[in-house]
């Protein structure tokens, strides 16, 4: 047999135009859009039922997504109080806060940054558990055993969190 029947068929692949790229680039920005909006819409819902029992309670619970945030307290009894940031930043201030003997503050970090301020002459006993994060304590190690003690517990991947004094 010589082969006379078969014929090989190169296919020939369209260019595509750059107007057809940009179309899909598009559709794939609105896809991501909506699924983010979606995503922050139900985050908002989540961290609302989370701070709607807040109020009277000692113990505080946040949730912050995609944005910033001051959390501040004033004249008000707190024991314990709860963080958590997605992709924001938080600036926590307890300056103020009639923090209770043996206070305990945790805060969960991705990709956020996160300032926790502490009143002077308090304590600060941290337990870090940081993955591709930064963490510093800017508040001085007192020794005296009467001082109120803050625990503070960190949990954070890919983000920084600093506890800071407010200067006397």
């Given at each position: 047999?010589s082969?006379d029947?078969?014929?090989?068929?190169?296919?020939?692949?369209?260019?595509?135009?750059?107007?057809?790229?940009?179309?899909?680039?598009?559709?794939?920005?609105?896809?991501?859009?909506?699924?983010?909006?979606?995503?922050?819409?139900?985050?908002?819902?989540?961290?609302?039922?989370?701070?709607?029992?807040?109020?009277?309670?000692?113990?505080?619970?946040?949730?912050?997504?995609?944005?910033?945030?001051?959390?501040?307290?004033?004249?008000?009894?707190?024991?314990?109080?709860?963080?958590n940031?997605?992709?924001?930043?938080?600036?926590?201030?307890?300056?103020?806060?009639?923090?209770?003997?043996?206070?305990?503050?945790?805060?969960?970090?991705?990709?956020?940054?996160?300032?926790?301020?502490?009143?002077?002459?308090?304590?600060?006993?941290?337990?870090?558990?940081?993955?591709?994060?930064?963490?510093?304590?800017?508040?001085?190690?007192?020794?005296?055993?009467?001082?109120?003690?803050?625990r503070?517990?960190?949990?954070?991947?890919?983000?920084?969190?600093?506890v800071?004094?407010?200067?006397?």
């Open positions: 047999m082969g029947g078969i014929v090989v068929v190169k296919e020939n692949k369209k260019e595509k135009s750059l107007l057809g790229h940009l179309f899909r680039l598009a559709m794939f920005a609105v896809v991501v859009y909506g699924a983010v909006t979606a995503v922050a819409r139900v985050m908002l819902r989540l961290a609302n039922r989370m701070e709607e029992d807040n109020d009277g309670s000692e113990t505080k619970r946040y949730l912050n997504f995609m944005n910033g945030r001051n959390i501040r307290f004033q004249r008000e009894k707190v024991s314990d109080v709860e963080v940031a997605v992709a924001g930043g938080v600036e926590l201030d307890l300056t103020e806060a009639e923090l209770s003997e043996e206070s305990e503050v945790l805060v969960r970090a991705f990709m956020s940054g996160v300032v926790v301020k502490v009143p002077p002459m308090v304590r600060v006993e941290v337990d870090d558990t940081d993955v591709l994060s930064g963490f510093m304590n800017l508040v001085p190690n007192y020794e005296h055993e009467n001082l109120p003690v803050l503070l517990k960190v949990q954070s991947l890919l983000s920084g969190v600093r800071e004094m407010k200067a006397e």
